[in-house]
Structure formats: structure tokens, C-alpha cells
Antibody, heavy 122, light 106 residues
């Protein structure tokens, strides 16, 4: 069974750094794109970008490029989302999701999701 | 850009409901639908316009092509109360979501 298990809720201050995690179970981690989706309180879903664990190829949504970074640790099947300087506007739920398909352009859909990590910056 | 309509709807158990998703440009058949219940992660319902994800009830169906797509629930059930999102993957990045449609049960 595919499972994505995310790290717990975080409360941080503006300007602080943070790295949240998403550990994958039940499939070949290196061979599926894995990405991040932001959901601000009461709002819709925003696709942040994806990373291919096998070679760490990254595709950022231009709206998020420079504000966050993605990384992976293949030894622990874990993906990371990192901020170097948090803002109050980063307050949101963050989901990781396995992407299935041809994600360089074509059929690419999010078939398994983590439970979400709630980030509060205040 | 992906635009969903309506933003919300209210229907009775057993009704047939439809949600439309329009793309600003043609996106081939790279259109997918998700369901999100309160406090939960989204769940994939349909991918590539009309292919039902494993385990999704057959009352859910998808159709469309080019720039206009539809998610239909045939025989609305109480557990279908949720927000539904479309998402395109033709253009990348980003793989844009629609703004969501809230479905409520009368």
C-alpha cells in the first residue's frame, strides 16, 4: 500500500527557517515524481512544484521559485520542502503528493497524498 | 488558467450534478479531478478526463475535450459532500488547479 507520511504541525516566527518532510512507503520512491501543494486557510489548492528523486530534477511553479526549495533523501525515501526565511503569508497546509504519469509535460496526476503539514507563521 | 463553475451547488440525495471546468487554452485530455473533504487531503477521482481511479464509485464520471470538461455525479450520495477541483497537466509548470466547487447536500 502506498503511503506518504508527513511531519507534524509547525509554529514558527517570521524570518525563521524550516524544513518539513514527507516519507514514502510501499512503492519505488526513486521512479515517481513527488511534489508539494499549498492550501491557505479557506482557499483552494496551489501546485508548488515537483522533484524526481532519481536525479533530483526539479520543476518549480514560477510563483514559488526562490521562495522554497525541494530536496530528497533516497536512503530514507523522504522528500523535503524547505524555507530559508518564513513570512506570515506562508501560513498554510502543505501536502506532498506522488505524481503519476509523464510529468515533464502530458498526463500527470497526483494519485497519492500525504496527510498534510500545517504551518503557522506568526 | 482553469475556471470551474459553479463555485458551489446544493442538491438532494439521488440528484445528478455536473461541474464544469474550462481551460483558457486547449489541454488535450490532460485534465484530472479531485475530491477534498473537510480537514482531509484531496483524493484523486478521475484522470485523463474520464478514467476512474481504482476504488472510486461508478457514479462519478468525466467527459469533455479541448477546453471544456465536466465532472458528473449520477445519484448524489451524502458522502459526496465535498469540494471538487479540476487540474490540468498539459502546461508545466505549473500544473494548475481550478478554484474548486463546493457540493452540499440539501
Amino acid at each position: 500500500e502506498v503511503q506518504l507520511v508527513q511531519s507534524g504541525a509547525e509554529v514558527k516566527k517570521p524570518g525563521e527557517s524550516l524544513k518539513i518532510s514527507c516519507q514514502a512507503f510501499g512503492y519505488s520512491f526513486s521512479t515517481y515524481w513527488i511534489g508539494w501543494v499549498r492550501q491557505k486557510p479557506g482557499e483552494g489548492l496551489e501546485w508548488m512544484g515537483i522533484i524526481y528523486p532519481d536525479d533530483s530534477d526539479v520543476r518549480y511553479n514560477p510563483s514559488f521559485r526562490g521562495a522554497v526549495s525541494f530536496s530528497v533523501d533516497k536512503s530514507t525515501n523522504t522528500a523535503y520542502l524547505q524555507w530559508t526565511s518564513l513570512r506570515t503569508s506562508d501560513t498554510a497546509m502543505y501536502f506532498c503528493a506522488r505524481h503519476r504519469g509523464y510529468c515533464s509535460g502530458g498526463s500527470c496526476y497526483l494519485d497519492n497524498w500525504g496527510q498534510g503539514t500545517l504551518l503557522t507563521v506568526s | 488558467q482553469m475556471t470551474q463553475s459553479p463555485s458551489s451547488l446544493s442538491a438532494s440525495v439521488g440528484d445528478r450534478v455536473s461541474i464544469t471546468c474550462r481551460a483558457s487554452e486547449a489541454i488535450d485530455n490532460f485534465l484530472h479531478w479531485y475530491q477534498q473533504k473537510p480537514g482531509k487531503a484531496p483524493k484523486l477521482l478521475i484522470y485523463d478526463v474520464s478514467t476512474l481511479q481504482n476504488g472510486v464509485p461508478s457514479r462519478f464520471s468525466g467527459s469533455g475535450s479541448g477546453t471544456e470538461f465536466t465532472l458528473t455525479i449520477s445519484g448524489l450520495q451524502p458522502e459526496d459532500s465535498a469540494i471538487y477541483y479540476c487540474q490540468q497537466s498539459y502546461f508545466t509548470p505549473p500544473k494548475t488547479f481550478g478554484q474548486g466547487t463546493k457540493v452540499e447536500i440539501k
